[in-house]
């Protein structure tokens, strides 16, 4: 079956303008999880959703960032005003149920320039 | 929070001969600790897990190890071969918390 999807593959965008990144998580998948990697490091939380529902929003870097997910499925991520730090791939994640180490299935990530 | 160091950063090792990358977490609550393996330019994968009630796990050439009261769990690639070649990442989770903490990967090299 089809993987989780994401959408724009690549961004560059001007310092000061917003983004919106998109994620299509497996289909049935209850959990989506979004993450962050910057060049070489390893992937930071950002935040997730069960269901429709973000509990805890304490992981994403700022006030700039914020996200959502409608019908259970398709989620996008905003950045407001982006800055040059905000310059990653960001990867969207889907897993079956949220918790008790249901395995996290990847999407292939968009990668955003900050000019 | 949880905080996961991963050693070494690089880890160069013959073909056919045995790799091990390592990894510390702190919050003794986590309870799952995944493997992911990231080619260049491609998705991570999961490639073996472990939960906190068993000690090791093993999948053909790949184990992973648990010492709980350590905090500190590896994996180890058996009879390397080049394509395990790649980043690897370990991560943690609570299993009910936040999402997975990454360490920050370990670039392996197989010398031909």
């Known amino acids: 079956g089809a993987g989780v999807s994401q959408s724009p593959s690549n961004k560059v965008t001007e310092k000061g303008k917003d983004v919106e990144l998109r994620c299509d998580p497996i289909?049935?998948?209850?959990?989506l999880y979004w993450y962050r990697q910057s060049l070489g490091q390893g992937l930071e939380f950002l935040i997730y959703?069960?269901?429709?529902?973000?509990?805890?929003k304490s992981g994403l870097p700022s006030d700039r960032f914020s996200a959502e997910r409608t019908g259970g499925s398709v989620s996008t991520l905003t950045i407001q005003r982006t800055q040059q730090e905000d310059s990653a791939v960001y990867l969207c994640?889907?897993?079956?149920?949220?918790?008790?180490?249901?395995?996290?299935?990847f999407g292939p990530g968009t990668r955003l320039t900050v000019t | 929070g949880e905080n996961v160091e991963q050693h070494p950063s690089t880890l160069s090792v013959q073909e056919g001969d045995s790799a091990v990358i390592k990894c510390t977490y702190s919050?003794?609550?986590?309870?799952?600790f995944p493997w992911y393996k990231q080619e260049l330019g491609k998705r991570p994968q999961l490639i073996i897990d472990i939960r906190s009630n068993v000690g090791e796990k093993k999948d053909q050439r790949i184990a992973v190890t648990l010492n709980k009261t350590a905090k500190h769990f590896s994996l180890h690639i058996t009879e390397t071969q080049p394509e395990d070649s790649a980043v690897y990442f370990c991560a943690a989770s609570e299993g009910g918390a936040d999402g997975l903490t990454f360490g920050k990967g370990t670039h392996l090299i197989i010398q031909p």
């Open positions: 959703f069960q269901g429709n529902s973000a509990p805890d």
């Open positions: 994640a889907s897993s079956l149920y949220y918790g008790q180490g249901y395995e996290q299935y």
């Open positions: 289909s049935g998948h209850t959990a």
């Open positions: 919050d003794s609550a986590s309870n799952y």
